[in-house]
């Protein structure tokens, strides 16, 4: 299982990014995909889930209304689209797939929003 994240960087507050994740290595279009990320000092958090085929999304903290997860089976791939940022959105962002007992994850992209 191999995934690559990317399209992180700086941005200003109040900006957007668009995030991108590259799976490879097992059955992408049956398994949900998750995005993380980890601000310094703080745990994990759960950004966003989406199902198989894309139908289903759920944004469980407090990104909703400004985060929008994506993917495209056909290409391996799952976006985190997110708009209107604010500085605690500073964060090393991370794709994640759950697989049978194992959980998987990128090396992670980082987000840095500042004036």
């Known amino acids: 299982v191999q995934l690559v994240e990317s399209g992180g960087g700086w941005v200003q507050p109040g900006g957007s990014l668009r995030l991108s994740c590259a799976a490879s290595?097992?059955?992408?279009?049956?398994?949900?995909m998750n995005w993380y990320r980890q601000a310094p000092g703080k745990e994990r958090e759960l950004l966003a889930t989406?199902?198989?085929?894309?139908?289903?999304?759920t944004y469980p903290g407090s990104v909703k209304g400004r985060f929008t997860i994506s993917r495209d089976n056909a290409k391996n791939t799952v976006c985190l689209q997110m708009n209107s940022l604010k500085p605690e959105d500073t964060a090393v962002y991370y794709c994640?797939?759950?697989?049978?007992?194992?959980?998987?994850w990128g090396q992670g992209t980082q987000v840095t929003v500042s004036s």
């Open positions: 989406i199902s198989t085929t894309g139908t289903s999304t």
């Open positions: 994640n797939v759950h697989r049978f007992t194992e959980d998987y």
């Open positions: 290595g097992f059955a992408f279009s049956r398994y949900n």
